[in-house]
């Protein structure tokens, strides 16, 4: 399985900007596509994760109300809009496959990273 993030760049706080992960490979072995963020010297967090099948969406308590996570299962692509930006979600977006919901241990596909910026 291939992910390829894009999207990312400088946003003022309280903009909004959109990521999209574009998936391909063996998808049948997904069941989960997730994004996580790392903003450096921090460990990898979950943002926000879709059921590849079914829809459901999840989120970590710090984007909700904020962050929403989409897919186009005919593009086989991955969206998340960020709105309400604040300058603690500057940090580098992954977006990933695997099995899991929030672990980051549980997913075995990753894309490169996509930097988002947001300045106060």
């Known amino acids: 399985v291939q992910l390829q993030a894009c999207g990312g760049g400088l946003v003022q706080a309280g903009g909004s900007l959109g990521l999209s992960c574009a998936v391909s490979?063996?998808?049948?072995?997904?069941?989960?596509i997730g994004w996580f963020r790392q903003a450096p010297g921090t460990e990898r967090e979950f943002v926000a994760g879709i059921s590849w099948s079914g829809g459901s969406t999840y989120y970590a308590d710090s984007v909700k109300g904020r962050f929403t996570i989409s897919r186009d299962n005919a593009k086989n692509t991955v969206y998340l809009q960020m709105n309400s930006l604040k300058p603690e979600d500057t940090a580098t977006y992954y977006c990933?496959?695997?099995?899991?919901?929030?672990?980051?241990?549980?997913?075995?596909?990753w894309g490169q990273g996509t930097l988002v910026t947001v300045s106060s």
């Open positions: 990933a496959a695997g099995a899991g919901i929030n672990r980051v241990d549980t997913y075995a596909y």
């Open positions: 490979g063996r998808t049948l072995s997904v069941y989960y």
